[in-house]
Nanobody, 119 residues
Framework: QVQLVESGGGLVQAGGSLRLSCSAS????????MNWYRQAPSKARDLVAT???????TYAESVEGRFTISRDNAKNTVYLQMNSLKPEDTAVYYC?????????????WGQGTQVTVSS
């Protein structure tokens, strides 16, 4: 069994910062790409940022220059540093990772963490 557990969400004023964390645990051989998605009320779940196992990152245009994704491969953990937050960043943020187990390779999701940015 594999679990992704997120932490770090909360309420912050516009212009503030938050740092999200997501750790993968279980019978894991390795973790490939790790991603952050977000879903605002009544909207689709959108990809925010991706980081490969080699550390190459990509971002949605809406967060480029404000958010930074990073990872600690030894801890199977991915981070999302969010700066200059805007009210439109308010959403539930989900961690997603491609996990390699013995004989299995599939994506897993975390439970989500709420980020609320007040104006």
């Amino acid at each position: 069994q594999v679990q992704l557990v997120e932490s770090g969400g909360g309420l912050v004023q516009a212009g503030g910062s938050l740092r999200l964390s997501c750790s993968a645990s279980g019978r894991i051989v390795s973790v490939n790409a790790m991603n952050w998605y977000r879903q605002a009320p009544s909207k689709a779940r959108d990809l925010v940022a991706t980081i490969t196992s080699g550390g190459v990152s990509t971002y949605a245009e809406s967060v480029e220059g404000r958010f930074t994704i990073s990872r600690d491969n030894a801890k199977n953990t991915v981070y999302l540093q969010m700066n200059s937050l805007k009210p439109e960043d308010t959403a539930v943020y989900y961690c997603n990772a491609k996990v390699v187990r013995v004989g299995v390779r599939r994506y897993y999701w975390g439970q989500g963490t709420q980020v609320t940015v007040s104006s």
